[in-house]
């Protein structure tokens, strides 16, 4: 299982790569807030929640990766 340090250390990650190589979508991350499913404050938010909020920066990421074009052809980050 993973730790809440490593979740958060992958949420940020996930974070800095669309601020970094997707501005565009990052600069809507603030302005579509997400509700960690019923957190009231951050003594509420738990393992499942972080996982799930990763999850979903990564969906988000792929998605734009396969829908977004140049030139006719997808953008593709090399991973290195």
Not at 30 to 46: W, Y
Not at 51 to 70: F, N, P, R
Request: glycine residues 2%; aromatic residues 6%; positive net charge.
């Amino acid at each position: 299982m993973k730790t809440l340090q490593k979740l958060t250390a992958e949420i940020s990650e996930a974070v800095r790569e669309l601020e970094t190589d997707y501005p565009e979508v990052y600069r809507f991350l603030d302005k579509s807030p997400v509700l960690l499913n019923g957190a009231v404050d951050s003594r509420d938010i738990n393992v499942k929640m972080l996982k799930d909020y990763l999850e979903t920066l990564k969906e988000l990421i792929k998605h734009y990766k396969e829908t977004h074009t140049a030139n006719g052809k997808v953008l593709k980050k090399i991973m290195l």
